[in-house]
């Protein structure tokens, strides 16, 4: 089955640094990468995500790149915020498919 | 909608009590998931459901993990009986389903569950 690997397990930034977050897969038939966000005591919420037909996708502050044939894709963060500190997870599927998320990330926004 | 819904919202039992977790997809919404968080192991999909039938139980732990979706707006995991290793986070999630262009998965709120 899928195994999705992600890195670094913790991050912290200064506020107004950026942020990269990595992540690989196994399965090469995996063509979908959403990416969640958890803060503490919350539910994770969908943030971003792309599909295996694009290679980089950006809204606002966040974007997410795909690298297809290496099977990695990373969550970048510009110009960070104490109140985007949370566990960041990636995660994979074939679509339609369950998804197989990565051990997830801690990001500390430092003010 | 109020999106997915699951009660309770804590829970805390007694080793070798059933517990009963129990979740409300959104309304229209063709697949179920059921998911375990801890901090050792992070978010682990325990069993899916497409159109109300299991799909994938591989990473139900063991027998005394059971889930059931009677219809397409009701869902249950039980445990019997719990042990204290049982203690975490099971978050239920819905998505529209396989078919559909933008399948994303929608979180409940969680129900914390401690076995003593």
């Known amino acids: 089955g899928e195994n999705v690997e992600q890195h670094p397990s913790t991050l912290s930034v200064q506020e107004g640094d950026s942020a990269v977050i990595k992540c690989t897969y196994s399965?090469?038939?995996?063509?979908?990468f959403p990416w969640y966000k958890q803060e503490l005591g919350k539910r994770p919420q969908l943030i971003i995500d792309?599909?295996?037909?694009?290679g980089e996708k950006k809204d606002q502050r966040i974007a997410v790149t795909l690298n297809k044939t290496a099977k990695h894709f990373s969550l970048h963060i510009t110009e960070t915020q104490p109140e985007d500190s949370a566990v960041y997870f990636c995660a994979a599927s074939i679509e339609g498919n369950m998804l197989t998320f990565g051990g997830g990330t801690r990001l500390m926004v430092k003010p | 909608d109020a999106g997915v819904i699951q009660s309770p919202r804590h829970e805390v039992t007694e080793m070798g009590q059933e517990v009963t977790l129990r979740c409300k997809p959104i309304s229209g919404h063709n697949s179920l998931f059921w998911y375990r968080q801890t901090m050792m192991r992070g978010l682990e999909l325990l069993i899916y459901f497409n159109n109300n039938v299991p799909i994938d139980d591989s990473g139900m732990p063991e027998d005394r993990f059971s889930a059931k979706m009677p219809n397409a707006s009701f869902s249950t995991l039980k445990i019997q009986p719990s042990e204290p290793r049982d203690s975490a986070v099971y978050f239920c999630?819905?998505?529209?389903?396989?078919?559909?262009?933008?399948?994303?998965?929608?979180f409940g709120a969680g129900t914390r569950l401690s076995v003593l």
């Open positions: 399965d090469s038939a995996s063509n979908y």
């Open positions: 792309i599909r295996s037909n694009v």
């Open positions: 999630a819905s998505s529209p389903g396989p078919s559909t262009a933008k399948n994303i998965q929608y």
